[in-house]
């Protein structure tokens, strides 16, 4: 299957910093990028949608001013967590798709936690 | 996208077959089944996916019931390292651009 990487695999931040995550996709152009949040124990959840040069487009619930996505080009994806709060401290996974694709691939995942 | 109802956990034993169900009576006609896993603190990992037809790839084989309203995902030969959080989702035709829903899975766990 595809490769998708992120950078970080694990921050941990102080209350009131930003924290920036990576997502690339390294042998393919993912035309759309998916970004997800898993609390322990708990399934994962869609946070934003995101295709190459457009805005993204977040979840219900989700702050899109505190959670801010660029995707920039084909193959990288950024998620900023602005002014983050210990509740922010969670799973967060990104995912891509080349176009016409059914399957999303999924990067390992980074772990955010919040002091 | 329809709903999916999985078992919330299975054992099997290492070396045998793993037959994972997953009930979705109310899929539709133009939805595909899905199936992820994730390996604990890892990303999840896709699997396969079908249509109508039973389908297989060098990970799993997918059967779906003739009227679609549910399926099982089988591993041939399970391995410890198949312990894992399994997914099932129904969803439209993959040329959209909506992220999946994921529900509670079903944790296999293999036994040695």
């Known amino acids: 299957g595809a490769v998708v990487s992120q950078h970080p695999s694990r921050v941990i931040c102080k209350s009131g910093t930003s924290v920036k995550i990576e997502c690339r996709s390294l042998?393919?152009?993912?035309?759309?990028m998916f970004w997800y949040r898993q609390f322990p124990k708990k399934s994962l959840m869609l946070m934003a949608t995101?295709?190459?040069?457009?805005?993204?487009?977040?979840e219900q619930g989700v702050e899109k001013d505190k959670f801010l996505i660029n995707h920039a080009s084909l193959t990288l994806s950024t998620l900023t967590v602005t002014s983050a709060h210990p509740e922010d401290s969670s799973f967060y996974i990104c995912?891509?798709?080349?176009?016409?694709?059914?399957?999303?691939?999924f990067g390992p995942g980074t772990r955010l936690t919040v002091l | 996208d329809a709903k999916t109802t999985q078992p919330p956990s299975m054992d099997c034993a290492e070396g045998r077959a793993a037959n994972l169900p997953c009930n979705h009576s109310?899929?539709?006609?133009?939805?595909?089944v899905y199936w992820y896993r994730q390996i604990h603190s890892q990303g999840p990992q896709y699997i396969i996916h079908?249509?109508?037809n039973n389908e297989t790839n060098e990970m799993a084989s997918l059967i779906i019931t003739e009227d679609r309203k549910s399926s099982t995902l089988i591993l041939p030969h399970a391995t410890l390292r198949d312990t894992a959080v399994y997914y099932c989702?129904?969803?439209?035709?993959?040329?959209?651009?909506?992220?999946?829903?994921f529900g509670k899975g079903t944790h296999l766990i293999i036994q040695p």
């Open positions: 995912s891509a798709r080349g176009a016409g694709w059914h399957e999303q691939f």
């Open positions: 042998d393919f152009q993912a035309t759309t």
């Open positions: 995101s295709n190459e040069g457009s805005k993204a487009t977040y």
């Open positions: 109310t899929i539709s006609g133009n939805e595909y």
């Open positions: 079908g249509l109508k």
């Open positions: 989702i129904v969803r439209a035709s993959g040329g959209g651009a909506d992220g999946l829903t």
